[in-house]
Nanobody, 124 residues
Framework: VQLQASGGGWVQTGGSLRLSCAAS????????MGWYRQYAGNPRELVAV???????NYADSVKGRFSISRDNAKNTVDLQMNKLKPEDTGVYYC???????????????????WGEGTLVTVSS
């Protein structure tokens, strides 16, 4: 599975950006799709994730400002980022987790896929 992300860029504090990610390739079932970010030497951290059923989980720092959405038929996930702050700056990575085949689903095994990051810069 390949994940292609787009939509990063530069924005001033308070601005908005929308990230999009499309998954392609063969996979039996994608369970979750989401976004992580990494800044400088810090660990990669969860921003938001969404399940096939529409359940979501957000980092506390982005609740009320970011919104994640997903098109299961197209295997795409979007992240609408509003009221951006300088601390939102970082490289954002698209993520997908799923069962690569029916056997792995039966076994309960999942595989995690990462896209190449897209840079988001928020200036003060």
């Amino acid at each position: 599975v390949q994940l292609q992300a787009s939509g990063g860029g530069w924005v001033q504090t308070g601005g908005s950006l929308r990230l999009s990610c499309a998954a392609s390739g063969s996979i039996f079932r994608i369970i979750t799709m989401g976004w992580y970010r990494q800044y400088a030497g810090n660990p990669r951290e969860l921003v938001a994730v969404i399940t096939t059923g529409g359940g979501t989980n957000y980092a506390d720092s982005v609740k009320g400002r970011f919104s994640i959405s997903r098109d299961n038929a197209k295997n795409t996930v979007d992240l609408q980022m509003n009221k951006l702050k300088p601390e939102d700056t970082g490289v954002y990575y698209c993520n997908a987790e799923g069962n690569v085949d029916i056997q792995s689903r039966k076994d309960g095994r999942t595989t995690t896929f990462w896209g190449e990051g897209t840079l988001v810069t928020v200036s003060s």
